[in-house]
Nanobody
Framework: QVQLVESGGGLVQAGGSLTLSCVPS????????MGWFRQAPGEEREFVAA????????SYGDSVKGRFAISRDGPANTLYLAMNNLKAEDTAIYYC????????????????????WGQGTQVTVSS
């Protein structure tokens, strides 16, 4: 079973930046797309961003557009999320997700489209 390992979370002041990383435990994992989701206490899981592995097509949730950037390093099979101009409302546990199956752009917004998930990394933004 492939595991996803996130890193890079932490405590940052509002207006600051953090970059999250995610690596599959198996380097040979055949990835169609990977994404980031987040969940704040008492809130539902929220789509943050996704990227298709072959052509690098990117999608973002409305709340992070213009501030967050998703990217991947294909040969290293690593996913990144660069978060800039962080706000207190960005505080959440951030989860990396992956799918090896072809999905439509619309489907990538849904957590149910991903078969693999990481344990999550905490991001806390102080105001």
């Amino acid at each position: 079973q492939v595991q996803l390992v996130e890193s890079g979370g932490g405590l940052v002041q509002a207006g600051g930046s953090l970059t999250l990383s995610c690596v599959p435990s198996e380097r040979t994992f055949s990835t169609y797309a990977m994404g980031w989701f987040r969940q704040a206490p008492g809130e539902e899981r929220e789509f943050v961003a996704a990227i298709t592995w072959r052509n690098g097509k990117k999608s973002y949730g409305d709340s992070v557009k213009g501030r967050f950037a998703i990217s991947r390093d294909g040969p290293a099979n690593t996913l990144y999320l660069a978060m800039n101009n962080l706000k207190a409302e960005d505080t959440a546990i951030y989860y990396c997700a992956a799918t090896g199956y072809s999905r439509s752009d619309y489907q990538l917004f849904a957590g149910t489209s991903y078969g693999y998930w990481g344990q999550g990394t905490q991001v806390t933004v102080s105001s």
